[in-house]
């Protein structure tokens, strides 16, 4: 199955290759920039035949297509392009994600962006790599200090400690908090312990299934915003080096720095 993740994962990030840079067909989804371009459907695609090729029986879930329902326990949750936005405009932070669950949970991840050549990977209980070669997460202990990350939904949140106030919060205080557009490349740096930490208000199963997996197995943490274990079927994700975790929830739950 990880040569399958591994030749399904290459398989998108050539189709973003190819495209990146080039002209593609754009059309909006809900949202004035909520995108979709051709690349995002011939990576699916591209993605799809691998899977279902030597696993024709399993489950799929991906952001384009929905669902294709069978009775398997095993499930592949895909995301053909994570940093859509950033795509389309020539950013070069944009991968595939691609989350494989078993039995409801998550148990193999891989997340490549092949503009940077970072393929990173883990496996249950098997730690996490980046191109073959173990990361961990960082060990700052202090939020003050710290280097962050978080992403907006495509509609404003109007809510109590929303993104925004959030987001506020921290920059008042002079933390640095970055956005780079994709959720799955954010999950990603904090296994690498190149963040701190990384929350988002408002996710969806194929930008957080890979890279949940890639945090815990890099030694971090990943909760919801009640300090629950984090399933990638909510919204709410915070994941950290572990050591600032529960300040850095404090925030997010309305307290202070
Ligand atoms: C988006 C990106 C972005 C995050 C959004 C996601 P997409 O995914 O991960 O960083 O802030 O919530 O929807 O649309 O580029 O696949
Ligand atoms: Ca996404
Ligand atoms: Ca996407």
Same mark, same amino acid.
């Given at each position: 199955?990880?040569?399958?993740?591994?030749?399904?994962?290459?398989?998108?990030?050539?189709?973003?290759?190819?495209?990146?840079?080039?002209?593609?067909?754009?059309?909006?989804?809900?949202?004035?920039?909520?995108?979709?371009?051709?690349?995002?459907?011939?990576?699916?695609?591209?993605?799809?035949?691998?899977?279902?090729?030597?696993?024709?029986?399993?489950? !799929?879930?991906?952001?384009?297509?929905?669902? !294709?329902?069978?009775?398997?326990?095993?499930?592949?949750?895909?995301?053909? !392009?994570?940093?859509?936005?950033?795509?389309?405009?020539?950013?070069?932070?944009?991968?595939?994600?691609?989350?494989?669950?078993?039995?409801?949970?998550?148990?193999?991840?891989?997340?490549?962006?092949?503009?940077?050549?970072?393929?990173?990977?883990?496996?249950?209980?098997?730690?996490?790599?980046?191109?073959?070669?173990?990361?961990?997460?960082?060990?700052?202990?202090?939020?003050?200090?710290?280097?962050?990350?978080?992403?907006?939904?495509?509609?404003?949140?109007?809510? +109590?400690?929303?993104?925004?106030?959030?987001?506020?919060?921290?920059?008042?205080?002079?933390?640095?908090?970055?956005?780079?557009?994709?959720?799955?490349?954010?999950?990603?740096?904090? +296994?690498?312990?190149?963040?701190?930490?990384?929350?988002?208000?408002?996710?969806? +199963?194929?930008?957080?299934?890979?890279?949940?997996?890639?945090?815990?197995?890099?030694?971090?943490?990943?909760?919801?915003?009640?300090?629950?274990?984090?399933?990638?079927?909510?919204?709410?994700?915070?994941?950290?080096?572990?050591?600032?975790?529960?300040?850095?929830?404090?925030?997010?739950?309305?307290?202070?720095?």
């Amino acid at each position: 199955m990880k040569s399958t993740l591994y030749k399904a994962t290459e398989a998108g990030a050539n189709e973003i290759r190819r495209f990146f840079n080039g002209t593609f067909a754009i059309s909006n989804k809900e949202g004035i920039n909520n995108l979709v371009t051709e690349a995002d459907h011939a990576a699916e695609k591209a993605i799809f035949s691998v899977i279902r090729e030597a696993y024709p029986e399993h489950y !799929i879930l991906s952001e384009e297509s929905g669902e !294709i329902v069978t009775q398997s326990e095993y499930k592949w949750i895909i995301d053909p !392009i994570d940093g859509t936005v950033n795509f389309a405009n020539g950013i070069p932070l944009c991968c595939v994600s691609i989350g494989l669950e078993f039995k409801g949970e998550i148990i193999m991840g891989a997340v490549y962006n092949p503009m940077m050549n970072e393929f990173y990977f883990a496996e249950k209980g098997k730690g996490a790599t980046l191109n073959d070669k173990p990361i961990k997460v960082s060990d700052k202990a202090v939020v003050g200090t710290s280097c962050m990350a978080t992403g907006f939904p495509y509609t404003y949140l109007d809510q +109590a400690n929303g993104p925004i106030q959030v987001f506020e919060k921290f920059i008042r205080k002079g933390i640095a908090v970055r956005r780079l557009g994709s959720a799955a490349i954010d999950l990603c740096w904090v +296994a690498a312990g190149k963040f701190d930490a990384y929350y988002e208000h408002k996710l969806e +199963a194929w930008d957080s299934a890979a890279g949940s997996l890639i945090v815990t197995e890099a030694g971090g943490m990943v909760t919801d915003f009640a300090n629950k274990q984090f399933s990638v079927y909510q919204k709410q994700l915070l994941a950290t080096n572990g050591k600032i975790h529960a300040a850095v929830l404090e925030v997010i739950n309305g307290g202070e720095i």
